[in-house]
């Protein structure tokens, strides 16, 4: 696949890794477990098409409420994808940053694998791989406005301009999506990304994550990313 103009930021909500095990008889926990080959893949593609950054949003603060057996399943693949893709994210020269709340996991051999991987990556400048874990946009913007009126003088914060505001967010460094991508059939962001997302370009597709692929969305991105 080859774009028409370039893209530099690609973010992704993988919706549709469940409904892709259950309309094939398997267990929810397949759908994830295929739902990493795709991410991987994407990966792959992204650096074969010279994107900067690509933001994935792997576990959102809603996904809280699923059982808690599937919540141990995820956060146990997380953290064997983090240990099993080191040597290979870094050979390819990503550098992998993780998005979020991530107290939750202190103490915990999940959270030392996570900082493992982005200490090996994090001279990597090749790609820059996001990963939104336990992220909320909408928590991280009231955690932005505590850091603010923790950190600023009322004068301050009265003169606060748009760009500094951002410096507060976790995307701090990293500029906004060109183009957000969602599999599964839903039309909607999902407290994703909502600051960032003001200006980027949206494509919805009802492909399932386990399935998806760039070229299956490929006259839809070059249609958009010509107008950046």
């Known amino acids: 696949m080859t ?14 890794n469940r409904r892709w095990a259950n309309a094939r008889g398997l267990f929810s926990v397949e759908g994830h477990r295929q739902g990493v080959k795709t ?18 949003y792997a576990f959102s603060s809603e996904n809280w409420k699923r059982t808690a057996k599937e919540l141990d399943f995820l956060f146990e693949l997380l953290k064997e994808s983090a240990i099993d893709e080191l040597g290979s994210l870094d050979e390819q020269g990503v550098k992998v940053k993780f998005l979020g709340d991530l107290s939750v996991f202190k103490n915990t051999s999940l959270l030392d694998s996570l900082m493992d991987l982005e200490k090996a990556t994090q001279h990597n400048s090749r790609l820059v791989f996001n990963i939104a874990l336990n ?15 923790e950190s600023l003088s009322e004068k301050e914060i009265r003169e606060l301009e748009e760009n500094s505001f951002k410096e507060y967010l976790y995307t701090a460094d990293i500029p906004d999506p060109d183009v957000i991508v969602r599999t599964g059939g839903k039309h ?30 490929k006259s839809q991105l070059n249609i958009l990313v010509s107008r950046l």
């Open 3 to 16: 774009l028409s103009s370039p893209l530099r930021h690609l973010a992704v909500i993988m919706d549709g």
């Open 39 to 56: 991410l991987k893949a994407l990966v792959k593609e992204c650096l074969n098409l010279g994107v900067d950054y690509l933001t994935a």
């Open 135 to 149: 992220y909320g946009a909408v928590a991280e913007l009231t955690r932005a406005v505590n850091m603010i009126t």
């Open 188 to 217: 909607r962001l999902s407290n994703y990304l909502l600051w960032q997302a003001a200006y980027s370009k949206l494509i919805f597709t009802d492909i399932l994550w386990p399935d998806f692929k760039l070229d299956d969305i």
